[in-house]
């Protein structure tokens, strides 16, 4: 039996306008072929080329969130200082029993943002994956 070669070795020159030579960037844009040839193969030979898809609601929700962690790591990082000032503070004994209370609140506050922080992850991820 002999094997049929399957390189590609015709060639086909083709003159484009600007405006179409954009609006066939756009549509390959919007596809997930790799390269402009196998995306303009596909479309001679009319065969399916699969678009992408963005939900636009996850990406204002993405936006969103983005957002958000930048606040929770200021917070995070204002609430970090203050504590360090506070430690520079020891020799007087009222902020000793401040500094050990508030010590247990960050810890609450920073498992908060880190949990925060995960969902954002997960829901990046997801989003990434659409």
């Keep these: 039996m002999k094997e049929q070669?399957?390189?590609?070795?015709?060639?086909?020159?083709?003159?484009?306008?600007?405006?179409?030579y954009e609006i066939l960037q756009k549509h390959f844009a919007k596809s997930t072929?790799?390269?402009?040839?196998?995306?303009?193969?596909?479309?001679?030979l009319q065969k399916p080329i699969v678009m992408k898809y963005r939900n636009e609601s996850m990406d204002d929700l993405l936006t969103e969130?983005?957002?958000l962690k930048a606040e929770l790591n200021a917070i995070g990082n204002n609430f970090n200082q203050a504590v360090k000032k506070l430690h520079?503070?020891?020799?007087?004994?009222?902020?000793?029993?401040w500094i050990r209370?508030?010590?247990?609140?960050?810890?609450?506050?920073?498992?908060?943002?880190?949990?925060?922080?995960n969902h954002i992850k997960i829901l990046s991820e997801k989003w990434l994956q659409l």
């Design 5 to 20: 070669n399957k390189n590609r070795i015709r060639w086909i020159h083709l003159r484009l306008t600007n405006a179409e």
């Design 33 to 44: 072929c790799l390269k402009l040839s196998d995306f303009a193969r596909k479309n001679l």
């Design 65 to 67: 969130l983005i957002q």
């Design 88 to 97: 520079t503070l020891v020799q007087i004994p009222e902020f000793k029993q």
């Design 101 to 117: 209370v508030y010590e247990l609140e960050k810890k609450v506050l920073f498992n908060s943002i880190d949990q925060i922080k």
